[in-house]
């Protein structure tokens, strides 16, 4: 009876991941990577005219990508493609800002300005 139930959650916690992959994935779609990782999957496609074992290479090319991401951004419950899970908008943390630095607005430091050169 333990068994069953260690298998129930085992199968429980392997489909909240997939769950929430399918979620992060529709995210994904939109993103800068995506577009990287269908033009590779069209690259590699055409290369198959060479050796038909790029269209293994293509499918990793486009399969893997959103998979490590997902992995990377901390697996089920994650909101977003950006992997921000503060709630502020950046990845700085909790400050209300939409920097990371701090609170001015711009990347270079809390010198008040909006720009990145620093004066």
Do not use: K
């Amino acid at each position: 009876m333990t068994a069953f139930s260690t298998e129930g959650r085992s199968r429980s916690v392997l489909l909240e991941w997939l769950s929430g992959l399918w979620t992060y994935y529709r995210g994904y779609t939109h993103s800068a990577a995506h577009a990287g990782a269908a033009a590779a999957l069209s690259a590699f496609g055409l290369f198959t005219f060479v050796d038909p074992l790029f269209a293994i290479v293509g499918v990793v090319a486009y399969v893997c990508p959103p998979v490590v991401l997902y992995y990377l951004d901390g697996g089920p419950g994650v909101d977003g493609v950006d992997g921000d899970s503060h709630g502020d908008g950046d990845s700085d943390g909790e400050d209300g800002d939409s920097d990371t630095d701090g609170s001015d607005g711009d990347f270079d430091g809390d010198d008040g300005d909006t720009d990145s050169d620093g004066s």
